[in-house]
């Protein structure tokens, strides 16, 4: 951006015809107000615009900076586990992830998937939001656990109908009894047979109100 305002105003002298006074010399000549004006005017919005686009990208980074949660799209993101015979599957789809719940164990939670390793403060209110859709009409659990010892509950589980619908999703809660580093988040999928699609899911912090 530097070198195109250097440019920019580069060009914008020479298109002047500018004649200074030196001390001791005979030509006179002017710099005019008016074009001083032309100058720091154009400096002034070259300046705006690099500012405009500095704050955009900010934001934008700020933004991304925010979602706790590994790319959702991406198999490697995702841990499936599967228990007592049952099994499950995972599959990356440009935006979106698929979970499929191929044969069952008798408990939801013989199909599970879960970001696992996050990093979550005891006491600390989180948003996960998400868009999900099924092929047919389904029962999945979203639930966040501690990843050691007895897996216990640290404040988020949500029974959630889906079907073939495109439906957003919005779930608050406070952590407690989080584990250093190893929390997880995820989905039990093992009730029934069937997918799950993901889009757009995030998990983030909420912020206290002031």
Known sequence: MGCKLATDLSALMESH???????????????TLSFLQT?????????LAMTAV?????????DEAKN?????NKAESWRLEMHNGAEGS??????????????LGGDNWHVQVFQVDLDLKEGQQYTVKMKLTASK???????????TDDYHEIGLREDIRVDKEVRSHDFTFRASGVASKKNRIGFMIGDEKGDVIVKEMTLTEKEAKK
Do not use: C, H
């Not at 706790?68 to 959702?72: A, E, N, R």
């Not at 009409?137 to 990843?147: A, E, H, K």
């Open 68 to 72: 706790l949660f590994k790319p959702i």
């Open 17 to 31: 015809l500018i004649d200074f006074v030196w001390p001791g010399s005979e030509n006179t000549g002017l710099v």
């Open 39 to 47: 100058i720091k005017d154009q400096i002034m919005k070259k300046l």
């Open 54 to 62: 500095l704050a955009v990208s900010l934001v934008a980074y700020a």
């Open 90 to 103: 995972i599959k990356a789809v440009d935006d979106s992830i698929t979970f499929d719940a191929t044969k």
């Open 137 to 147: 009409p389904r029962n999945i659990i979203l639930v966040g656990t501690v990843d």
